[in-house]
């Protein structure tokens, strides 16, 4: 698996072909999508839709955006935030960890999580954070599984679901 940060062009726009691939990716985790409330109908993701909430996400001066590529193809994306909104809140946050559906259970999303807490630790960080959604019980033993602990239980800012936030000891 290789992984490398996303790049957008000058103007900002993602090339066609990355972005039907991103596209793609998205769409096949019907399930996540169904659940988050992310996008208006989990059926009908759109490229237009999956560049709009990429172009959010990079607005943020602090965000990382990572993809990982097996045999030419993307296979996973991962958003981070070197901060949290709240200053008092020391460690960085995986805002976004996923894998295309038709790799679920090769072992990239843990390859792609390791790769993740690897860059943070390199910079001097001592956890990282994340926050799962409640009503996900299988994200919630996919991170548990990875050494991540329960640390509270809160909305999220964005859309006010119920989530499960969790930490790692870096």
């Given at each position: 698996?290789?992984?490398?940060?996303?790049?957008?062009?000058?103007?900002?726009?993602?090339?066609?072909?990355?972005?039907?691939?991103?596209?793609?990716?998205?769409?096949?985790?019907?399930?996540?999508?169904?659940?988050?409330?992310?996008?208006?109908?989990?059926?009908?993701?759109?490229?237009?839709?999956?560049?709009?909430?990429?172009?959010?996400?990079?607005?943020?001066?602090?965000?990382?955006?990572?993809?990982?590529?097996?045999?030419?193809?993307?296979?996973?994306?991962?958003?981070?935030?070197?901060?949290?909104?709240?200053?008092?809140?020391?460690?960085?946050?995986?805002?976004?960890?996923?894998?295309?559906?038709r790799d679920h259970r090769a072992g990239f999303g843990r390859e792609l999580a390791e790769i993740v807490e690897k860059r943070f630790r390199a910079v001097g960080r001592k956890g990282v954070k994340l926050a799962v959604l409640d009503n996900n019980p299988n994200a919630v033993a996919f991170w548990t599984t990875l050494g991540y602990e329960e640390v509270d239980r809160r909305r999220n800012h964005r859309l006010a679901r119920d989530c499960v936030v969790m930490r790692k000891a870096l």
């Open positions: 698996m290789i992984v490398e940060p996303l790049e957008v062009g000058e103007d900002g726009a993602l090339p066609g072909a990355l972005l039907t691939e991103l596209t793609e990716l998205y769409a096949s985790n019907r399930e996540f999508q169904q659940l988050s409330g992310d996008f208006p109908d989990p059926d009908d993701i759109r490229p237009e839709q999956v560049a709009a909430s990429l172009a959010e996400e990079l607005s943020h001066p602090d965000t990382e955006v990572l993809l990982a590529r097996s045999a030419g193809h993307v296979i996973g994306i991962s958003v981070t935030r070197a901060h949290h909104p709240d200053p008092d809140d020391p460690d960085p946050w995986i805002g976004l960890l996923m894998v295309h559906a």
